[in-house]
């Protein structure tokens, strides 16, 4: 729940930053001289790329959860059982004996989004950020019928 309320705190600070910048933009378009207008239609760009960074990341949040919702309601949810640290750190051995399971189930069925969608629990386990992120995006895209991007 701390999460989700740091997303949308988060969320609407950034928002608010889009709309200050955005109206900045369009004060410097406003001036008319030849160095502020194109200085502001760039500066119109930034708030563009943050909202669209900004949608995609929580769509990827919203598709994933929704994921984690239905494999739980099938009780195939992974067990958080892993040993930790003193600072609540999963321990990197297990992290790595757990993945190394996740792997070869994914291997044996790769088709099946479940398994990807484990493999991605053990991929963020194990720390690795980009390669958790890919295999849930796996996960969705199996979920949903479509064929996953390489």
């Known amino acids: 729940m701390r999460d989700r309320l740091l997303f949308l705190l988060l969320s609407v600070v950034l928002v608010g930053y889009f709309g200050l910048v955005g109206h900045r933009g369009v004060l410097l378009i406003g001036e008319g001289t030849w160095v502020t207008v194109p200085l502001g239609v760039a500066v119109l760009v930034l708030p563009l790329l943050g909202a669209w960074f900004l949608w995609r990341s929580a769509h990827f949040v919203l598709r ?3 994921l984690a919702r239905e494999l739980e309601a099938e009780g195939g949810l992974p067990v958080d059982d892993l040993a930790r640290t003193p600072s609540g750190r999963v ?22 989004w479940r398994c990807w969608f484990r493999l991605a629990v053990a ?13 849930m995006q796996h996960a969705i895209a199996l ?3 479509r064929p996953p991007r390489s």
């Open 64 to 66: 994933a959860n929704r």
């Open 91 to 112: 321990d990197r051995a297990a992290a790595d004996a757990a993945f190394a399971r996740r792997r070869a189930e994914t291997e044996a069925n790769p088709g099946d």
């Open 143 to 145: 979920h949903a019928g």
């Open 123 to 135: 991929y963020h386990d194990a720390r690795d950020t980009p390669r958790a992120r890919k295999a």
